[in-house]
């Protein structure tokens, strides 16, 4: 079984910064892909950012230049550092792991943007 901790998230205020980290553990081979989703409040979940394996990065128009994604592949955590971040980057952030044809997710963690 695979395991998705997130971590690093709660309140910050606009303009500032905040770094949220999820830790994959459990029987984990062949990741092809590890990303960051976030749900708002009365919204759908969507795409913040993924990394590939091989460390190609995509993200959403509204973070793009505001926010980074990395990966640590040995201890198979991903980065999502959100600079600047502003009051519509309030949301459960969500962590997704693909794996062979499989995605697993984590509980999520809440970031609060303050204005």
């Known amino acids: 079984q695979v395991q998705l901790v997130e971590s690093g998230g709660g309140l910050v205020q606009a303009g500032g910064s905040l770094r949220l980290a999820c830790a994959a553990s459990g029987y984990i081979f062949s990741v092809r892909v590890m990303g960051w989703y976030r749900q708002a409040r009365g919204k759908q979940r969507a795409l913040v950012a993924t990394?590939?394996?091989?460390?190609?990065?995509t993200y959403a128009d509204t973070v793009n230049g505001r926010f980074t994604i990395s990966r640590d592949k040995p201890k198979n955590t991903v980065y999502l550092k959100m600079h600047s971040p502003n009051t519509e980057d309030t949301a459960v952030y969500y962590c997704?792991?693909?794996?062979?044809?499989?995605?697993?997710w984590g509980h999520g963690t809440q970031v609060t943007v303050a204005s």
């Open positions: 990394i590939t394996s091989s460390g190609t990065t």
């Open positions: 997704d792991l693909a794996m062979g044809k499989y995605s697993y």
